[in-house]
């Protein structure tokens, strides 16, 4: 493991996440006994500490409202045919997403950027790769273990952030994946993903620690920096790293 946390910090350019003196990163054997995500102390069991409060995802419209499929597959064509906003209209593929269809973990981001929107698939590029080092560091990997998706299934023209119409129009396809997927945590990306993905306006400083609860599937969502955004601003990779020892240390207490 600490090798492989070498590895990840040579990508942001720093020597390591953490001092040498700073608590071990979590092993990846399963004998070990887990600690909760998200405590006020180390007796309390997995809680939300002063929550935000998640609002339901809002309806859509009756003449808008359509029944995604659940066949994966079906799925898959619905969302590469799909025009239900705007974005179809400036999109080069849609990027519906890439892992396993049964992971434990689901790693949730914005929206597809330029590399994306020519590739079809998400995160790729520097900051795609930086995140598979870091899921790596946990044991994890988009081949194996893990699902990543984005809120919203095309482009922004720009890189610009995706409006609310448009991740309400893809929200079916995002609860779809999930309820697919049933995974036992989703971690959101960025102060975007958080926001759009939880129906907030609070900033990534109140999301970023409790654990939260997406929709009506009530699946647990935990908040983090996005690759991106480490790679910008390498003085979080310490708070980084210590977010993605919590998401290893709930996935070995609930999977």
């Known amino acids: 493991m600490s090798n492989r946390r070498d590895e990840v910090l040579g990508l942001l350019g720093v020597e390591r996440w953490v001092p040498r003196s700073a608590a071990p990163v979590v092993p990846a054997a399963p004998d070990v006994s887990p ?29 808008t409202q359509f029944t995604p499929s659940a066949d994966w597959d079906e799925l898959r064509a619905q969302v590469a045919n799909c025009m239900r906003c705007k974005l179809c209209k400036t999109r080069t593929k849609t990027v ?6 049964a992971a434990p973990l689901m790693v949730v981001g914005e929206g597809p950027g330029a590399d994306e929107d020519a590739s079809g698939e998400p995160f790729v590029g520097r900051a795609g790769k930086l995140l598979d080092e870091m899921l790596r560091a946990i044991g994890r ?6 699902f990543i998706a984005n809120v919203v299934k095309c482009r922004p023209p720009g890189n610009r952030d995706p409006e609310k119409d448009e991740v309400e129009a893809c929200r079916n396809y995002l609860d779809a994946q999930i309820a697919h997927v049933k995974p036992r945590l989703i971690v959101a990306l960025g102060r975007i993903a958080a926001q759009r993905l939880l129906t907030t306006e609070e900033p ?10 997406y929709g009506l599937s009530k699946t647990p969502v935990f908040v983090t920096y996005h690759p991106a955004y480490l790679l910008r601003s390498p003085k979080e990779k310490a708070k980084s790293w210590e977010d993605l020892k919590k998401i290893a240390q709930h996935l070995q207490a609930h999977g």
Do not use: C, E, K, Y
């Open 35 to 63: 600690q909760p995500l998200i405590a006020t102390a180390p007796s309390q069991p997995l809680a939300t500490a002063n929550p935000i409060s998640v609002m339901t995802p809002p309806v859509l419209p009756v003449a």
């Open 204 to 213: 990534l400083s109140r999301l970023r620690g409790p654990l939260h609860q």
């Open 141 to 146: 990997s988009r081949a194996d273990n893990v």
């Open 96 to 101: 519906f997403g890439v892992g396993n269809a």
